[in-house]
Nanobody
Framework: QVQLVESGGGLVQTGGSRKLSCGAS????????MAWFRQVPGKEREFVAG???????RYADSVKGRFSISRDNAKNSVYLQMSSLEPEDTAHYHC???????????????????WGQGTPVTVSP
């Protein structure tokens, strides 16, 4: 059974940095796209960044130049390095995997099959 576990969230000041990690188990994920989404209460889940099986990346406009996604296939892990954080980045961050073999990188949450419970990030003004 596929499980995703995020870690690294917490409280950070505006302008600060934080690195989120997501460990996957229950399979081998090198051939699958993985992504980070975020959600705040009362709003839709929002795509943040994704990384394809071949290392191609995609970012939401709101985080381009500030966030960086990477993966370590040997560790079945994906990471989100966040810099220049703003209060608007405050959210619950979830990682997700699309188990469609070598799929193109999607930004719609409906295209992802498995999700972690998430880790909260709070950016103080």
């Amino acid at each position: 059974q596929v499980q995703l576990v995020e870690s690294g969230g917490g409280l950070v000041q505006t302008g600060g940095s934080r690195k989120l990690s997501c460990g996957a188990s229950g399979g081998t994920f090198r051939n699958y796209a993985m992504a980070w989404f975020r959600q705040v209460p009362g709003k839709e889940r929002e795509f943040v960044a994704g990384i394809a099986w071949n290392g191609g990346t995609r970012y939401a406009d709101s985080v381009k130049g500030r966030f960086s996604i990477s993966r370590d296939n040997a560790k079945n892990s994906v990471y989100l390095q966040m810099s220049s954080l703003e209060p608007e980045d405050t959210a619950h961050y979830h990682c997700a995997v699309d188990v469609d073999y070598r799929s193109v990188l999607h930004t719609l949450s409906e295209r992802y099959d498995y999700w972690g419970q998430g880790t909260p990030v709070t950016v103080s003004p």
